[in-house]
């Protein structure tokens, strides 16, 4: 149903993630906004790697109300506030996924839309 496509042919992608997703065959997609480190209760932590670890359990959140897992990410867009630290923030990805690769792409900004969120995350989900 989604496949990983990371040709020979090309470099190995930077990190741990698939270069491409191939989805065939599915009826149920599911697209999310920018996710922001907004805890339930309002809170924002103020490091970065709390704040990715909020974010990818208000993701578990959404994909669990649409029925989803985390083997059921295609896709990951990060946006990050630039002279944060990224290992974090990619070490947050990779335990929420354990192990199933998503394409991903990571980006810096000089900032986002409130000063306190020092990173986002938006995914794509599909499944059968």
Do not use: C
């Amino acid at each position: 149903m989604n496949r990983s496509i990371d040709p020979d042919s090309i470099a190995p992608p930077a990190a741990n993630y698939a270069h491409a997703v191939l989805s065939e065959q599915l009826s149920r997609w599911l697209y999310t906004s920018g996710v922001v480190p907004t805890s339930p209760d309002g809170s924002v932590p103020t490091d970065i790697g709390d704040q990715a670890d909020v974010v990818w359990s208000n993701i578990a959140a959404l994909l669990d109300e649409a029925g989803m897992l985390p083997t059921d990410v295609v896709s990951v867009t990060t946006y990050a506030v630039a002279g944060e630290p990224l290992g974090e923030v990619m070490a947050a990805r990779d335990r929420f996924l354990d192990g199933h690769r998503a394409a991903s792409t990571l980006v810096t900004v000089p900032a986002l839309a409130r000063p306190e969120w020092k990173m986002e995350i938006a995914i794509v989900a599909a499944a059968s």
